[in-house]
């Protein structure tokens, strides 16, 4: 049976919660309020103490001082296990899957009842009854390693509607979906909460999303409270200044007139999806010099698999890659030769040794190569250190210290890193992948910035990503991806959002 922690929404108080961490202050004196059955948006830059605030009150962390209400009376959340008690169930922003188990065993075993011997006929009768009732479908016969970003960031709200909580808190839900389907997910969540069947906390950066599903907003910096209130008496001009002290910067990089050559082709290209039931097929792509070249899509549809293609990871049935008219097969020295780079989706878990420092992640394109161009045998550690000096400021990638453990740093700070380490030298085609994942919009900005500026200078750049204004800001040229294949492509200049979108649901 699904586990039940009780009916109806429940509001949750946290009164002047500070929390410290040795000398350094994390909260000061937060005070916020979501009554029961809201929509409560929570804004903040990176590092503004937002993970830190829903921390305390999912009992992660014990706050220095303070109290917390939760449905009116003292809660003390001395663990996570007495906030799942009390109906507190949280959407992280980093996925907490099984990765090697279903999606139906996921849910499963999130279970507190669980029991040693599953009835699997009966809990997948249960499961298909729960489905019926959400607004978006997950494969749940599939091993969660084998769902997309979008499909997981689901399946963990899937989870939490599960298991019956009632206080909901959501760490940037919506950073793989599609405007469509970010839409259809926080309007089903809206409705919930109008319906007084939960209560949500929705971490965010996007205006857009406080505006159109939020009945309140608390906004954080610097680890205060700066402001708030209902969303209908803020505007976004007085969101974004209390945010970050100032209105945001709106990039006015230019896009320069650029030559245009063929740099990467792909012909007749077959290969199994993750399933290993259907096909990614892509035939006639070119990716060109000085362009950006957009490849929009719903999550699921072959992107991941086309990324893994590109980048030797995944194995070809058939077709051919060609680099300057060269075969190519994606290994690291044709990479090298070719001057090809990536930036894949989740870098610190894709792109990065976590554990290794900022600046030996760094140099992962330079070690093991000597100052005249041919293979090094030994490190150079002086030169490792430079080039970190160099790339941490020129990428304004903040951390602690060069030796500092990459996995210490925010999540737009190890993608300055990563693509500072891309873009380093001379290269003649970057293949990225979901940018701007997570980011808050000062580090989206600077991303974005960057992939502009490399356009401008001649690199040809591939963008497969699942935001679709992305795409729209960045594109020269962009292409839909739907299940498995190109189905669409059209120059930015005559691009209808609503056209791509009909592309992207499959509709022609």
């Known amino acids: 049976m699904i586990y039940k922690c009780g009916n109806g929404a429940i509001s949750v108080q946290t009164l002047h919660t500070t929390m410290r961490f040795g000398s350094f202050t994390a909260l000061e004196d937060v005070s916020i309020t979501i009554p029961a059955g809201t929509f409560h948006a929570l804004l903040g830059e990176n590092g503004a103490g937002k993970s830190t605030l829903v921390k305390c009150m999912m009992g992660f962390y014990h706050a220095t001082a303070g109290e917390l209400l939760v449905a009116g009376s003292e809660a003390r959340m001395t663990d996570p296990k007495v906030a799942q008690k009390l109906g507190l169930g949280m959407v992280y922003q980093h996925f907490t899957l099984v ?223 060609r680099v300057n008219g060269t075969p190519y097969g994606a290994t690291r020295a044709e990479a090298r030769a070719h001057a090809i780079r990536f930036l894949p989706e989740e870098p610190l878990r894709n792109a990065c040794a976590p554990r290794m420092s900022v600046a030996e992640n760094i140099a992962f394109r330079m070690f093991d190569e000597g100052k005249d161009g041919k293979a090094a045998f030994w490190k150079d550690a002086g030169a490792i250190a430079r080039n970190a000096t160099n790339l941490i400021e020129a990428f304004n990638v903040k951390t602690s210290s060069p030796s500092a453990r990459i996995a210490s740093l925010s999540g737009g700070n190890v993608q300055r890193a990563v693509l500072g380490r891309e873009l380093t030298g001379d290269v003649k085609a970057l293949i990225v992948s979901n940018p701007c994942f997570g980011l808050d919009f000062a580090a989206v900005s600077t991303i974005r910035d960057r992939l502009v500026e490399a356009r401008n200078q001649g690199t040809a750049i591939l963008l497969i990503s699942e935001d679709l204004d992305e795409i729209m800001e960045l594109s020269d040229r962009i292409l839909v991806m739907s299940e498995g294949r190109i189905t669409f492509e059209t120059p930015l200049a005559s691009a209808n959002v609503a056209e791509i979108g009909q592309h992207m649901a499959g509709h022609s």
């Open 99 to 321: 990765p090697s188990l279903t999606g139906a065993e996921n849910l499963v075993i999130s279970r507190a009842d669980t029991p040693a011997l599953i009835d699997w006929r009966y809990e997948r009768a249960a499961l298909q009854t729960f489905m019926a009732k959400m607004p978006f479908s997950v494969p749940l016969d599939q091993p969660v390693s084998r769902l997309a970003a979008g499909e997981k960031q689901k399946l963990e709200i899937l989870k939490q509607l599960y298991l019956g909580n009632r206080f909901l808190i959501l760490d940037e839900p919506t950073s793989v979906l599609t405007p469509s389907e970010a839409d259809e997910v926080l309007g089903h969540v809206r409705a919930l909460t109008t319906a007084g069947v939960i209560t949500v906390l929705m971490i965010t950066h996007k205006f857009r999303e406080v505006s159109a599903f939020a009945d309140d907003v608390s906004i954080l910096r610097r680890g205060k409270y700066v402001g708030g209130g209902s969303v209908a008496d803020l505007s976004v001009d007085e969101m974004s200044h209390a945010m970050m002290g100032q209105a945001p910067v709106i990039s006015k990089r230019s896009r320069k007139a650029t030559v245009r050559q063929p740099v990467l082709t792909m012909q007749g290209i077959k290969a199994l999806d993750r399933t290993g039931l259907k096909d990614i097929e892509i035939d006639g792509v070119t990716l060109h010099s000085g362009e950006i070249l957009g490849i929009a899509g719903i999550s699921g549809n072959g992107q991941m698999e086309l990324m893994e293609i590109l980048t030797g990871q995944r194995r070809m049935e058939r077709g051919e890659i």
